[in-house]
Structures are given as structure tokens and as C-alpha cells.
């Protein structure tokens, strides 16, 4: 057996032919000599671009080799007991055995250091060629550590593999403690098929190379989510410093085929307990979260690449095992598939982390990767301890006003306060940087509201929103008048007399904030209403418009579309009786008065322009004749 090897970088080619120049030559000659050796050297550069750095070849018998592998390869471990993560050159690595068998086919390159890397063909019954690989890792003392990968669905015999994006390949052993990833780009793959040293010309690209996704964002809730079940991930460089930091909620949305053809989403959560691996340098990042359901492998990888003082977070990858468990029905049961996004999102500049506390959703091939309360922050080099002061956000942080949401309160079967609105607070708070910043927060839609209220008095009712875990909003209503009567009978009328909100600065809402714990409880109260706020007895109050409400220490109420009615008895829950509505109106047709009385005001002033001038031109006229007499 004839094992044949190169491992050349991409601007090598071992079929480049050097001529040798004498002293000799005259300087014409050598000028043309060294021209040629210019013109030369390009065209292996041009012809070369987008070729892997490594070059494997393995033959048995035959012209040719069996087996012919080019990649650009990183091979990154994390070891029990080891917060660090260890890279391992294949720099020098020469290929040292192979095996050339109609099914199977193996290639193993040793390193500088000893290390084996194994490549894994089998080619099954229908011809369908899958591959995985085997890492020996050379101890000192001990015996070697020995890491693989799940076989992987690859091409057909008829055809040579491509593969330009980068690749996540997950290792481990039989412990599952020890761990590793070969990361693979610029990859050609040519094995079996090969005929006279000839491997066939038809090319199979990856399927991540053209990566689309045919998904579109789901609907998202613009209310605070308090449920945090957010941990913190940290990848460590082979020197020990923190390179890449992400912390929040991870969850995958997944969707796959049935057996039947048809498509289904199944939800995925990445657990608090994923191990973390990965490779930082100078360019680029890549984070590995890869964890275990039953005895499905699964992982997400962020691919991130640093340009400047920016960070730009190019890919993200799923390996997901299609287990009966979570993929009932699959079409490709059991089989380990791969899907990739590309974002292509920058997320960061130097100095920075970027932060987005509402639902954010990356879409994929077949994947929506939905994160919430996510804080992301990475360096070429090394991270200081925690996230940095300044903050880069997101488009989701912005809080748009909820729909208008009715809110009753009931004594018996019978309501006796309707209250509708969308409402959105402004919250004054000291930000990360010891800043006065506001903070907008919705009051969310049912059902994540509670509701009570009291309605026994005809003087004053009120009805009370919990929301937020600890957060009241109150709102009292006072008759006009009132005689003692049976309810409604002795009422002339009744007003909005005051609202008061009652909160807490939680982290997971004011996500700006310089504390990272839940501050204390604060009570505000609006002050007094530009207008009064006030219906007719058995009837209710609307205002189509938005308006403005301010409240004590700074906060301020956005109320939009509100309607509301008190002091009623009715089974029905729908607004009822005579409708007193806002100065929204009167306002506009004040507006309107003032349009029309300067709209008439300039008439007006065109039309003494315009008489004047008149009476000017007759006096010229008579002047002039009777210059002429």
C-alpha cells in the first residue's frame, strides 16, 4: 500500500515547476524569467482560491488514489475537568494508513503531535455514501483518547462532494465528559466511484452552501415575559480568557417532514446544562452548545466573525438527531441532519454587548431559533468579567402599544365596571451608564391579567389590574351625586377621579438598568386631568383618541382608545346607555375654527390688498389725465 500526502497551504501547488537561472543568463533573460515566475505564482493563487489548506490522498493499488480529501479544518477539545478549550493544528499532518473496500472506505492523518484523525466512508446497498470520523487523542502516561462523530448522510457514489461553509462536526466519547468539534470548510470529498485513478465530474454542493429559509416569523406577544429561564453560556480560549459570553433563553422551533409528506414544527428547548465548546481567534468565533435528549445527540452553533470594532454574527447551525421520541412520523427517522441560517447580523461594536430583551427570532432552513432576555458579547481576543456598560439593542425592544384589551369586574352574574383601553407606561430609571433613560412598558392582554374590583358603594368603585408578577394599577370612580339610594337610581354622574400604579424595577423589564436584582416596591398616582374625565349616570365614557397622563416622580400614562362605565348593574358585558365622550372632538373642531378663521383672516387681508390697489391705480389714472388737459 502507497499512502500519498500533501498538506500545503492555498497558495502552494505541488505541480509548479520553478525554472533554475543562472548567473550566467544575460539581464534580458532573467528579466523574462522572473516575469514568468510572477505570471506563474498568480495563476496558482487564482486557480486555488476557495481550496482547502489540507490535501489527503490515499491509494492502495491502482493509478490512482482510492480516497481524496481537501479541507481547511480547526479541531477544538474540551476535556473533564478542564474549563479551557484545547485547538489542534493539522499543520504537518501526513497521512499514514487508509483501506480501500467497495463499502468502506477509511483515511487516517497523524499530527505533528501524534494525534490521529480518521475520515469514515460507507457506501450503502443504494449506492448513498455517509461519513463520520474519529479522533485518537494522544495522552502522555495513558492510554489514547478516543472520540467520534454519528455518521452523516453525504452524497452519492457518482459524485464528488463540495462543501465552502463552515461545518460543525461533533465528538465525544463513550463517557460523553470528554468532547470535541472539527470544524470543516472548503471541503471536496472524492471516494469510492473512482475509476482508473478518475474520480467522476458531477458535483454535489452541500445543502447549507445555498441555505434559504422558507420560514417567516411567528407572531410574538408585545408584553413583558417574567417567566426568565435564562442561563449563561462561556466559552474559554486555550489561554483561559473568556472570548465569547451569551446569556438568556434559547429555544429551537424545528420543522421536519412526516412520513406522509407533510411538514409539522416540533419546539426545542436548549437546556441550562448544554456544554459549551468552540474556537476563538483574532477573526472569527464559534460557539458550540450541545446537549443530550435520551440518546439523541443535539447542538447549536453560532458562527461569528469579528471585522474592525464590530462583531457580525454570520451563521447559525442545528445538528439535531430526528429521534421517534421528539419526531414522531419523521420521514428521516433517526438520522442525524443539519440545517443552517444565515444572518448575517451585527450584533456589536467594541466595547459593547448586544442586548435584546424581548423575543427575537433567527430563521434558518428549517429552524426558528427564538431567543428572549438575550445578552450576546464577544472579542478576538478576551472579555472582562460580566457584560460591558454600553449596550448595542434591538429592533424588538422597541415596545409598540398592545391592542385595546376590556377588562370587567363582576358581583355575582352581573357586571358592574367595564374599563377598555391599551395602555403603555413611561418609567423614569437610572440606566447602566447612570443615566436618567424611560423605560416603556405595556400592560399586557388577557390572560395575563387579573382583575378585581369593588362595587358595593354608589359614592366611589374601583377596579384593580395585577400583572407582572407584583405589579397594580388602580382605577377610582366617584359619583357626582349621590342621595343614598338603590345603586344607579340616585347617581346624576360619575368621573375618573385617579389611577395609581404600583411596581418594581425586575431586571427582566427595565433590562437597562444598573442593578441586576429587583429593586424596591414605588407607588405613583396620576395628578390632576386636563379634563375631566366623567358620564352620565348608566351611561359610559369613550375617547377615540390617545392622550397623556402624568403621574408623580416623572411617569406617564399613554392611553389610547378609552372606554369605560361604573355604577351599572348588567349581565351584559358590552358597553351601554348615553355615550359622553372626550375633548378630542371639541379640540378638533376648535382646531377647525381657528383653520377657518385664518384662512378668512388672509382673505380678508388679500382683499384690502387688492382694493387699495385698485383705488391706486384709478388715482394715477386721473392724475394723468389731467396732466394731459
Not at 32 to 43: F, M, S
Request: proline share 3%; with cysteine; aromatic share 8%.
Amino acid at each position: 500500500m502507497e499512502p500519498v500526502h500533501t498538506a500545503v497551504s492555498p497558495f502552494h501547488s505541488t505541480d509548479a515547476v520553478i525554472p533554475y537561472i543562472t548567473h550566467s543568463q544575460q539581464q534580458v533573460g532573467t528579466m523574462a524569467y522572473l516575469c514568468r515566475i510572477i505570471l506563474l505564482l498568480l495563476t496558482i493563487i487564482v486557480t486555488r482560491a476557495g481550496v482547502g489548506a489540507f490535501d489527503f490522498q490515499y491509494k492502495s493499488i491502482g493509478p490512482g488514489p482510492c480516497v481524496h480529501v481537501t479541507l481547511d479544518a480547526i479541531l477544538t477539545l474540551k476535556l473533564k475537568n478542564e474549563s479551557n478549550t484545547q485547538t489542534l493544528s493539522l499543520t504537518g499532518a501526513k497521512v499514514t494508513s487508509g483501506t480501500c473496500k467497495a463499502g468502506k472506505t477509511e483515511l487516517t492523518v497523524s499530527t505533528a503531535q501524534s494525534h490521529r484523525v480518521h475520515f469514515l466512508f460507507t457506501k450503502s446497498a443504494d449506492g448513498a455514501v455517509s461519513i463520520s470520523y474519529k479522533v485518537d487523542y494522544k495522552r502522555e502516561g495513558t492510554t489514547d483518547l478516543v472520540m467520534d462523530s454519528e455518521s452523516a448522510p453525504l452524497t452519492d457514489t457518482n459524485q464528488t462532494y463540495t462543501c465552502a461553509s463552515v461545518d460543525a462536526v461533533l465528538l465525544h466519547d463513550d463517557s460523553g465528559q470528554n468532547f470535541g468539534t472539527f470544524f470543516v470548510s472548503n471541503v471536496t470529498y472524492q471516494v469510492f466511484g473512482s475509476l482508473n485513478g478518475t474520480f467522476p465530474e458531477k458535483v454535489k454542493t452541500c445543502s447549507i452552501d445555498s441555505a434559504h429559509s422558507t420560514l417567516h416569523p411567528g407572531n410574538r406577544s408585545e408584553g413583558e415575559d417574567l417567566t426568565d429561564g435564562s442561563t449563561e453560556f462561556v466559552l474559554k480560549n486555550g489561554s483561559g480568557a473568556v472570548c465569547v459570553r451569551i446569556h438568556g433563553e434559547l429555544e429551537l422551533q424545528y420543522q421536519y417532514q412526516l412520513s406522509d409528506g407533510n411538514l409539522t414544527t416540533v419546539k426545542l428547548a436548549v437546556p441550562k446544562t448544554a456544554l459549551v465548546s468552540g474556537f476563538c481567534d483574532e477573526e472569527r468565533s464559534y460557539l458550540v452548545l450541545r446537549y443530550k435528549e435520551g440518546e439523541a445527540n443535539r447542538a447549536v452553533v453560532f458562527y461569528l466573525r469579528h471585522k474592525g470594532s464590530q462583531t457580525l454574527l454570520e451563521n447559525i447551525e442545528t445538528i439535531i438527531k430526528l429521534d421517534s421520541a421528539k419526531f414522531p412520523g419523521a420521514k428521516l427517522a433517526n438520522v442525524l441532519v443539519r440545517s443552517y441560517g444565515r444572518i448575517d447580523d451585527q450584533l456589536e461594536t467594541e466595547g459593547s454587548f448586544y442586548g435584546c430583551q424581548h423575543e427575537r427570532q433567527f430563521l434558518g432552513a428549517d429552524f426558528a431559533l427564538v431567543t428572549r432576555h438575550l445578552r450576546f458579547q464577544s472579542s478576538g481576543a478576551s472579555l472582562a468579567e460580566g457584560f460591558s456598560t454600553t449596550r448595542t439593542g434591538c429592533p424588538e425592544d422597541v415596545v409598540k402599544m398592545t391592542e385595546t384589551e376590556t377588562f370587567s369586574s363582576k358581583q355575582g352574574n352581573q357586571t358592574c365596571l367595564l374599563l377598555s383601553a391599551a395602555l403603555r407606561f413611561s418609567i423614569p430609571y437610572t440606566s447602566r451608564q447612570n443615566k436618567t433613560e424611560n423605560q416603556l412598558v405595556n400592560v399586557p392582554v388577557s390572560p395575563d391579567v387579573d382583575v378585581s374590583g369593588h362595587c358595593n358603594s354608589t359614592v366611589q368603585q374601583d377596579m384593580t389590574l395585577y400583572f407582572y408578577n407584583s405589579w397594580k394599577l388602580r382605577f377610582v370612580f366617584v359619583s357626582t351625586s349621590s342621595t343614598g339610594g338603590s345603586p344607579g337610581s340616585s347617581i346624576l354622574g360619575y368621573t375618573l377621579d385617579n389611577i395609581t400604579l404600583t411596581y418594581e424595577e425586575n431586571p427582566l423589564i427595565f433590562y437597562n438598568s444598573y442593578t441586576t436584582t429587583t429593586g424596591p416596591v414605588r407607588t405613583v398616582s396620576s395628578e390632576s386631568f386636563e379634563t375631566s374625565l366623567k358620564a352620565t349616570a348608566n351611561g359610559h365614557y369613550h375617547c377615540d383618541s390617545t392622550m397623556e397622563i402624568t403621574f408623580t416622580d416623572g411617569v406617564k400614562l399613554e392611553v389610547k382608545d378609552l372606554r369605560f362605565q361604573a355604577f351599572r348593574r348588567s349581565e351584559s358585558g358590552d358597553f351601554s346607555g348615553d355615550v359622553s365622550t372626550c375633548d378630542a372632538l371639541s379640540q378638533k373642531q376648535r382646531h377647525y375654527t381657528v383653520y377657518v378663521i385664518v384662512a378668512l383672516g388672509v382673505v380678508a387681508i388679500i382683499a384690502i390688498i387688492v382694493v387699495v390697489g385698485v383705488m391706486a391705480m384709478k388715482k394715477r389714472k386721473r392724475n394723468s389725465y389731467q396732466h394731459m388737459e
